[in-house]
């Protein structure tokens, strides 16, 4: 059986969860990492030599890197669904799995430690700020992009749609200035109707 290490409030973690929840994978969950410890044991090391999570064992095969994660789950028990068969079908959604790692992940953690993960005393306000408008520049071509389909996957969900999507709560929860962007906000509604979403992901952020 599918297993997953990594503690449940983590976004790189929630995309693994939800993707398994998608496909309706039975899955064991180990926490690890933050508050758990576990990534720096000898053991889990041999698993993931970075320390970090998630990781996951699936019929032999060790993973590690999230969206390697989902890819691999997607292509191996989601075809025609979370894997688009046709490549350029597919190749919509996959950029936005790139680019939200590449992309959209540094400033974003910016304004997500700063609001939620770092006490009053240790918060750098000047680091968030910034952070916010440039998340705000970022979100605002996903705004664009989501005018022309409904999904960063094209016409149907997939998993391009997976690594922005655990942002996206986030965004949508933090006690932050938003600009409106109603293509944006249409897509995060049309995720919250998916109850692998809402297991998955719409949990607890701290
Ligand atoms: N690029 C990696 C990043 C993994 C990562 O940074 N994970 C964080 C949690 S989101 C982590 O393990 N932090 C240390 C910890 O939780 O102990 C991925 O996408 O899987």
Do not use: A
């Given at each position: 059986m599918l297993k997953i290490w990594g503690r449940l409030n983590s976004t790189n973690v929630k995309k693994v969860i939800w993707a398994a929840r998608e496909l309706n994978l039975p899955y064991e969950h180990a926490n690890a990492g933050?508050?758990?410890?576990?990534?720096?044991?000898p053991a889990y090391r041999t698993l993931n030599p970075n320390g970090l999570v998630p990781c996951v064992e699936d019929e032999g095969l060790v993973l590690w890197e999230s969206n390697a994660v989902v890819r691999y789950l997607a292509a191996r028990y989601g075809a025609?669904?979370?894997?688009?068969?046709d490549p350029a079908v597919r190749a919509i959604g996959d950029k936005w799995m790139d680019w939200a790692s590449t992309s959209f992940a540094a400033p974003f953690r910016d304004v997500f430690w700063n609001l939620v993960r770092l006490g009053p005393e240790q918060r750098n306000m000047g680091a968030m700020e910034k952070g916010l408008a440039a998340c705000t520049d970022l979100l605002a071509r996903v705004d664009a992009a989501l005018a022309h389909h409904p999904y960063l996957s094209g016409d149907a969900f997939a998993m391009g749609d997976i690594p922005l999507g655990c942002f996206a709560y986030a965004w949508f929860e933090m006690p932050i200035a938003r600009q409106p962007m109603p293509h944006l906000e249409a897509w995060y509604a049309r995720l919250k109707d998916r109850p692998a979403y809402r297991d998955a992901v719409m949990t607890p952020l701290t």
């Open positions: 933050g508050p758990f410890g576990i990534v720096n044991e025609g669904t979370l894997w688009p068969q």
